[in-house]
């Protein structure tokens, strides 16, 4: 664990809480012999995960290409002459 954490701007308490929520999610295993720890990350969670961010992506892609559509378009006073 403090090899993970001597690159960091960040304690090493706060690495290993922030591990442990990473552990708890299923993205990292730990394990533990002697006095090392060891951590090493779940593939197919982080998979999971990529895919879950790629549907979030292509939904608000969408919103903000109709919202930009929208936005573009004249409003009732614009584009007409009296």
Known sequence: MSELAAPL??????VVQHLQVLET???VRSEK???VRTC????????AGES???????TW???LDDLGDF????????????
């Open 71 to 82: 936005l573009a378009e004249p409003g009732p006073s614009e584009g007409t002459t009296s």
């Open 9 to 14: 701007t960040m304690s090493l308490a706060a």
């Open 40 to 47: 090493r990350i779940e593939p197919e969670a982080l998979r």
């Open 33 to 35: 012999v002697g006095r």
């Open 25 to 27: 999610a299923g993205i």
């Open 52 to 58: 879950w961010l790629g549907r979030q992506r292509t």
């Open 61 to 63: 892609e969408t919103r």
